[in-house]
């Protein structure tokens, strides 16, 4: 069965677009992150507009996460008050995002830039991940044990405006996250991400929250981040498909809840490393979308018209 998606101009297939939003969703609530690295370059990949799918995706990653927060906040997995100190930071990223996303949009330069943002951060987030995974799975093998009270202590824990964040068990400056979350909701608002696969390694390797606290403080901020960035988007830009969005939270919130509870089996050095062959499947079909010739080189469209 097909949908005559309004905004998009073009018909979807029901079950493909939910089949989709379910599997992004499992991984969503298993790392933690928002899925939509995963489920923005699905949608443009099956031909959705790229201006439509970072703005409908928005919504999907509110409802995904709103599952994932809850069974972590039941769990006792999440850090309040650190979520709270990120959202503050990613709001105002977002509103910053969606004003340079218009911008490009109306100078024709959208495209290109989420393509190639999307091949180089996930590639080099990807890879970084990656090789430290591996590091640490040949220590474990070897029966080598780094006890991360050792390790030298980051200079920016010592930056002023500092808080305590007792469920992470640090005490750090609240600057650090603040920028780190700016830079998150920015990139967010561009490429139609909730920004789990950087925030989620932002606090493990930045700020040494532990990994049973991380993923369901992650999903906190890309919860209300992703509010904001749907409110953003559909005030400025009218952008946000209503039935392609309906369709993706349906499919995201099922496959949120049975993501939740396979990631309580995953242990820290597995959650890294299958996140980061994640990250570089995702780049590496973007970048072969830049390196191989299209079917069709040229095409004709209809272009929009601003003032």
Do not use: C
Request: net charge positive; aromatic share 10%; proline share 6%.
């Amino acid at each position: 069965m097909e949908f005559y998606l309004p905004i998009a101009e073009m018909p979807v297939h029901v079950g493909l677009v939910l089949a989709m939003s379910a599997a992004v969703g499992f991984i969503s609530g298993m790392f933690g992150i928002g899925g939509g690295f995963l489920m923005t370059p699905l949608l443009i990949f099956i031909g959705i507009p790229p201006a439509v799918a970072v703005a409908s995706v928005a919504p999907q990653i509110a409802a995904a996460s709103t599952t994932g927060v809850l069974a972590h906040w039941r769990r006792r997995a999440l850090d309040l008050r650190l979520g709270l100190v990120l959202l503050a930071g990613g709001v105002v990223g977002t509103l910053l995002g969606v004003l340079f996303f218009n911008a490009m949009r109306r100078v024709g330069r959208l495209e290109p830039i989420i393509t190639l943002s999307y091949a180089a951060l996930l590639g080099t987030i990807g890879g970084f991940m990656l090789v430290e995974s591996v590091r640490a799975v040949l220590r474990a093998r070897n029966g080598a044990v780094v006890d991360p009270r050792r390790r030298p202590r980051p200079r920016w824990f010592g930056l002023p405006f500092r808080m305590r964040f007792p469920q992470s068990k640090v005490h750090m400056s609240v600057i650090p996250p603040l920028a780190v979350a700016a830079a998150v909701g920015f990139v967010g608002a561009v490429l139609g991400i909730g920004g789990g696969f950087l925030v989620v390694p932002a606090l493990i390797y930045l700020f040494r929250i532990p990994t049973a606290v991380v993923v369901g403080t992650s999903l906190f901020q890309i919860l209300f981040t992703a509010i904001a960035a749907t409110l953003f988007h559909a005030a400025t830009n009218h952008s946000v498909d209503l039935i392609l969005a309906m369709l993706l939270m349906f499919g995201g919130v099922f496959g949120a809840q049975f993501g939740a509870q396979a990631g309580k089996s995953l242990k820290g050095d597995s959650f890294r490393l299958l996140l980061a062959l994640i990250l570089l499947a995702t780049a590496a079909r973007f970048v072969l979308d830049m390196v191989v010739e299209p079917r069709e080189p040229f095409s004709i469209m209809l272009s929009e018209v601003l003032p």
